[in-house]
Structures are given as C-alpha cells and as structure tokens.
C-alpha cells in the first residue's frame, strides 16, 4: 500500500508531502491544476521514463520518493523474489523508493538509501502499484491470454505447473526440430561427399597405408642407395679374382709341390705350406663374402626401385586428393569412419523423427490441457464481468473472451481476445471497434473489480477511468471503486463529483501563483471543505446554495 509520497521540484511544485490511507481516495481540481504532474511524479519513483524538462525550473535536480507499507503483503508476493534475487533484504515494514533527476540527464535510483538499477526499480514498481489511463491495457490483445490465465488461477491452481510444462515442451518439441532438421541437412551434404570417400576408400584401403610412411620410405631409400657406393668393388674384385689366371689353383699346386719337396721335413717349409693354405681358405672366404654382397646389391636395387614407385604411387595420391603422403594414412581413416556412421543414417534418421513426434505429441497433450482450463476460466470471467458491467449501467452489453487456435508458442495455442457488443444483436467484436470510451472505461473498471477480488493486484491508480460517463453511471462507477478498494488500495483523479463523493479520502489540487511562479499544491478535504469542492466540480466557478445542497446530497449517497 502506499502510504506516502515526496516531491521536490518537479514541474510546478516546489515541495510536496503526501500520506495516503488505505481504502479510496480521490483527487480533483481544475484542469491544468497540476494533476497529471502527480501522476509523472509518482511515474518517476516507479522507474518511468523522465527527462529534466520534469526539472522545476531554477532547480538543479528533481527528487521523488514513494513509501509503501509492504508489513501486509503475503509470503509469496513476487515483491520478495524480486528483492531475493538481487540480494536485498528489507529491516523495516516500510518500503521506500527514491529516484534523482539531474539537469545533465543523468538518473539515480535508490531502495530503502540502497543504490538499485532504474531496471530493478521499474521492476518493483510493477508488482506494488499499477497506473492506468483511461483504458491503456484494454487495447493489448496480448495481455488478454495473461489476465484470463491469471484468472484462471482461482479455478486451477495447477495452472502455474502446467504453463511451465507448456513451456519447457515447447522447448523441446522446437529443439527437436532443429536436430532433425540439422541431421537432414548434414545427410544432404553427407551424400554430396559420399562419393569422394568411396573413391578415397577404393584407392587407399588396399595399400596397408602407416603413420608416417612417406619418412619411412626415403629413410629406407637412403640406405638402399649406400649399397650403390660399394656395388662396383664388389663387381670388380670378383672379376679380378675370376680371371683367367687361377689364383687359389696356384697357390694350391705352390702348396702341393712345396708339401712334396719336404722329404727332410723343413721347417720353413712347413710354414710355408700353412701360410699357404691359410691364404687359399682366406681368400675362398673372401670370394664367397663378395658373392654374397654381389647377390645383395642385386637385392638393393630391386628393393629401391620398388620403394621409388611406393613412393611415387603415394605422392600421386596425395596430390589427388589435396594432402601430404604421409596423412594418406588418416585421410584414409576419416573417409572409412564417414562411411560406416552413414550406414546408420536412416536408423538415426528415423530415431530423429520420433523424437520430434513424441514432443510434439507432448507438446499438443499439454495445450489440450491448459486450453481446457482457458475454456473453463473464460466461462467464469464472461459471468463475472458481465455481472460488473451490469451495475455499471451496460446490462444490455456482451463480454466474450474469445480463444481461437494459433501458431505453437512457448505459452501454448490459443489466440485470446476480449470482445464486447454494447448493444442487443450485435455481433461482439474486438474493443478497438467499440466507439465509446465511456463503455471502454467501464469495461477495464469491471474488469480490475473482478481480478481485484480474486488478489491479483496491489495499489490501483485510475487517471479519469469516468472520462465520457455523467449521472449515474458516474454514480455506478463510484460504487465500483468503493468495492475495489475493500480488496486494494484506490486512488482516482475525477472531475465528476458523482465519483468523488464516494472516496473515503479526498485531496484537491490547486494551482497558486507565488510572486512571478505558479505552483501546484494538494490539500486534504474534509467537512466544509469537502463540500465546496463538489459543488464547484457541479456548478463551475460560482458555488451556489443549490450547488452546495446537491454536494451534501451527493455526500449522503456516497456514504
């Protein structure tokens, strides 16, 4: 509840102090008084949009504070969450929010002397009083679905858990979408590739392709080729040892005939004869190791040629397919992985497929469900209203609150409007086709009755909701405000004194002029005073006697 507001140099006022009581209460004055000037005030403390030409003039800053007595708010009201979040606590049962204008544009936004977000107080603002104009929210189709889902609470309060099932279902049914969309995408492209792996995998699978093979490979050739260093030694010691002129047969006739001559068993000749027959063993040894080497460079050169054509037979593939020899090997692997998990491309096709049907089953389950609770609280808001718009002088008039099927959204599938025919056969149709704004007034008027008996909102402020109504359908929305106000807070700005005597509080707004300054001040009414201002509100500039007696009449009836 607000129970208190400080202004300081806003527009026309100087310095303001006002103490609101719970119940109704009412503000009038002239036009041009300074009403409005209130309401922009209050609208800064709330987090409103506000410039310095809000700035009285000769002042360097304006400041609004509003002081709210949240003691009585319920343990769930979204006030605590908000605080909760941003880490503030309150130590008092006062809540106080002050906003600071500066001349260089720059604002300042205080909770309780703590420094908060314009944001934040916007936010806090929202949840403890609501301004309306004349009809502002009526013409929004999209808060429609809100206030009959919120209506709605009081017949199903499983409704909360069942939006955010709505929610999170659609969520996951657009989710799914997406990944089956995402997959048959990278299918289409998968196909466009599919060739060029088979054709990697028909070239590459048969070779037995290594890590790293390429290095292998000049690393064996370099070796190959040492053997070509020593290839012609080889060759030509065994020539020279195959010549015509048999060296070891030689040496073993030498041998023989030395072994022959030896009849005295010479020494020396013994020695000869060994040495001799060392240097034939020796030099067969040596033969035979050259023959080998011989047969081993004949190996050498087929083994090189066959690693010049792996090598060339590698680097063409290579080249064919964009990369070096040695990640052939890899190039291989990945092309071989791509294939075998696009073997399973319908099987996860069609698991895709499912997935987005059991959501979208999920999905359309839960909003048959929570249209079901719609059509059920729509019923009840038509009776409701209808009931209001009764003692507001429209008997004669429909409400329909219309639900039509729409595109999926994350707050399910009906399209709500709120309809109204004022008059008997006529066909019921959105508000923005009804021409009077006096009907339109009523209409937001039993509306906010309705919710507000229901403890939807906080402090209501109604800027002339009576604009284009008189006599006693003035009277009857009078009536309607004294009842909102046995559920909530009630403020009014009036000019119909129909309206005005049915306030518990009364406050009138006066303009003054102070030396070369006008200025707007506020005054509480009571007793006499209270009286003259319904009868200048019913007779003009001059009060009469008659007036006066019609104010006391009026006073009567309101109380």
Known sequence: MLIGLSIRDVVLIDRLELEFQPGFTVLTGETGAGKSILLDSLGLALGMRGDNSLIRQGADQAVVTAEFDVQSLQPDHPLWNLLQEHGLFLDTSSLMLRRLLSRDGKSKAFLNDQTISIRLLKQIGEVLLEIHSQFDHLFDVSLHQEILDRF??????????LLEEVKESYQAWRQAEIDLKQYQKSCQESFDQKTLHQHVVEDLSSLHLVTDEEQILLQQRQLLAQYGKISHAVQQALKELNQPLDLVGHL??????LERANTVDSKDLNDITETLERSVLEIQEAQETLKK????????????????????????LAR?????ADELASFLEKSQNFL????????????????LEQAWADYQEKCQKLSFYRQQGALELQKAVEKELFGLKLDQASFVVSLQPKHPTNLGMDEVEFLIAANPGQKPSGLQKVASGGELSRLMLALKVVLTQHGFLSTLIFDEVDTGVGGAVAAAIGQRLVKLAQYTQVLAITHLPQVAAYASHHFCVVKKTRGDQNQTEVYPLTGSARTDELARMLAGTTITSEARAAANQLLLTGA
């Open 152 to 161: 709605s609470l009081c017949y199903h309060p499983a409704l909360t858990t």
């Open 252 to 257: 073993v006739t030498i041998q023989k005939n």
């Open 320 to 324: 064919r397919y964009h990369v070096t």
């Open 293 to 316: 080497l011989y047969y081993q460079d004949q190996e050498s050169v087929q083994k090189l040629e066959q690693v010049d054509e792996r090598l060339h037979l590698l680097r063409a």
């Open 340 to 355: 075998n998990q696009h073997e399973n491309a319908e099987e996860s096709l069609e698991k895709l497929q499912k997935n």
